[in-house]
């Protein structure tokens, strides 16, 4: 990267949560050659993608190249900003009325920024506020001020910036060629609700989404888990707490500490080998599982273990997992989650969005044992979760939507979850 020339840039390292991922013109970022030149990046889902592709072709005369949403934001933002701009001088004012137009025009969650060829760089976030946007700034030693967004605030630490704030909800950033920053709030009623997952298993530990750790809020989730564990069986039934590395490690240790049961690592993590929840295709999770991890037989022979995963979605890993664990010589397995049971397909920028992949959607927990082979499944509650997450927060709600099925965007209909998971299928 210190080798490219110029002195602004985009970068995007998430899969895509919309389209073919395995297509080279699926990759972001995107690209427009009117009004300026356009360059966008997205984290995020938009959820009425039928309606703006007929939009875009029918009414705005746009082409676009690919499934992505994310191009179909991108040439949202174009048209909307070119019928703003009443001559080659691009104002503030022209950016902010035309993010203001994409929030009229785009449903569901977007995080994006987008550079505009000669004259700076766009953030905005949608008006939900669902997935993280957060500005940085350093002071160069000629006193310029330099500028980053990023959805993490470990991006901005690790590159020597300091952390000024997070993008609000429906909220527009223009930062110019010279290093001048203006702000506008672009939506007519903003509202935050960061998505839940994110703190439980897509952030890195490290980092600080909304001004809540994303550490500590995973302590937490162990704490309340073990006060439900308490209830659930009697802990002399148990001989060790175990994770599985990396996310769920800080939920397991508040758990053995709080049920007062000694904690163990014996499962191993391949550092080659990338997260699994992440990967397209049930058939590569699969493959993956045990590349990903081994079992140490030490750790397990003859033991009752209390297992800690951070979450259970499709239960493709925990499934190997338990078997992992019993092939090592694991006299009895109890499983946890430091999640509640995901239950409703995430369309807001996880890649989770068919309800029949999903182990906990229409069963119970006894049918859920079975399917995984295990004494017993304890799972967080969405009390306890929101609890973990929101404490000491001045945040007072949360995207449950996966949990709860309840959508905050209000526009998800049956209908269209029908939509999406019959064209994640085909």
Known sequence: MRSLKGNIGL????YATKGNANREEEAQPFYVNAPYGIILVHNGNLTN?????????????????STSDTEMLLNVLATELNSNISNRDLLPEYIFNAISSVHERVDGSYAAIALIAGHGIIAFR????????????????????????ASESLVIENNDYEIVRDVEPGEAIFITIDGEIFSKQ???????????????Y?????????????????????????ETIKKEISLGDVDVVMPIPDSSRPAAMQVARQLGIEYREGFFKNRYVGRTFIMPGQLQRKK?????LNAMGTEFKNKNILIVDDSVVRGTTSQQIV????????????????????????????????????????????QIEDILSID????????????????NSSISNLDLSCFTGEYVTGTVTPEYLEWVENEYLS
């Open 202 to 226: 897509l952030a890195r530990p490290d980092s600080v989404m909304n001004g809540i750790s994303v550490y500590e809020a995973r302590l937490r989730m162990g704490d309340l888990l073990a």
């Open 49 to 65: 993608t039928r309606e703006l592709e007929k939009d875009l072709f029918n009414k705005d005369r746009r082409h676009t190249n």
């Open 126 to 149: 949608d008006p939900y506020g669902i997935r993280p946007l957060v500005i940085g700034r350093r002071i160069t030693k000629t006193n310029a001020q330099e500028w980053i967004v």
């Open 323 to 366: 078997q992992m664990a019993k092939f090592a010589g694991a006299n009895k397995v109890i499983f946890t989650s430091a999640a509640p049971p995901v239950r409703f397909p995430h369309v807001y920028g996880i890649n989770m969005p068919s309800r029949k992949e999903l182990i906990a959607h229409n069963r119970t927990i006894g």
């Open 376 to 391: 017993k499944m304890i799972y967080q509650n969405v009390p306890d979760l929101k609890t973990a997450i929101l404490e």
């Open 288 to 292: 993956s599982v045990r590349q990903k």
């Open 186 to 200: 672009c939506s007519k009623d903003p509202q935050l609700f960061p998505c839940s997952f994110e703190y439980v």
């Open 11 to 14: 970068g995007h390292v998430r």
